[in-house]
């Protein structure tokens, strides 16, 4: 087989999701479960919102998480979520905080990449890694211009996605690791867990593929989360090229520099005059 040296690049950059692109996020109860302990990222966020205020937009809302956290903390959050199962379980999440919490929560089911809210916000936040669901540069570009016309004057981007890992970005794809067993929340039903990568050096989209096997004997069914990578200088140009200037760029929550121990990277940006 010969390799196609003239790609139309165009193409590659306007192509649609990728077939598993939100697969992950169509067991939101299962989500929920799977992330309960992750809580690196509050603190960094609560953060921003008492520096910058609100009424603050989170992208990609998930089940309300950081919306959640945002409005117990006093702020008004408008959280734009593409997922109805993740905005389905945000809405029961919320039916169970105190009424003065839910108050400040409006849920918007919609895309990040077309962003029309007729509304401006001091701060517009992308946490854990919601951009790495923008697949090609068509893509970052949409919702780079949907956050600078929803921004106030002086407002502030903060976002935070994975570091690159060249570990898992070499993995031959069809091995599977970590085999652990796990619950299901609703079903009950106890499997046992395990991931495979799958790197594609084009795209730079890595898919993981969990394999969850049933502990009484049935069919193994799977998950995928299938997310882009960004390498620091990549992210540095996108925003620069599309209007941002980067006012911290770090290897964590608490400024981390950007190293071999480094997991996420995470950004502070406003609009450059
Ligand atoms: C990893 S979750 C993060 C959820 C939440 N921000 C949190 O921190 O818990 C990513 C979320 O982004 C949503 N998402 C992915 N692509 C999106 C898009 N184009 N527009 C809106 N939401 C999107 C997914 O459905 C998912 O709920």
Redesign the pocket.
Known sequence: MTRDATKDVTKAATKPDPPH??D??RDAAY?DHA?RRYRD?LAFYVEMATAFGGPIL?????????SLALARAGHEVVM????PS?LARAARRLAKAPRAVRARVTTRE????ALALGQTFPLVI?????LQ??YTRD?VER?LRGVREHLAPGGRFAFDVLLPEPGAMSRDPSRFYKNRAILHPTTRQRSDYAEAFDYDHDTQILTTVIRFTPRDGGAPHYDRLTQRQFFPRELEALLHYNGFEILRHDGGFTGEPIDELAESQVVLARPRP
């Open positions: 692109a939100l992950h996020y989500y992330y990222d989170e992208l990609g809302g998930g089940t309300g998480r950081i734009v979520e593409r997922m993740m919609g895309d990040l990449r992308g946490p854990f890694n919601v669901h923008l893509d919702a």
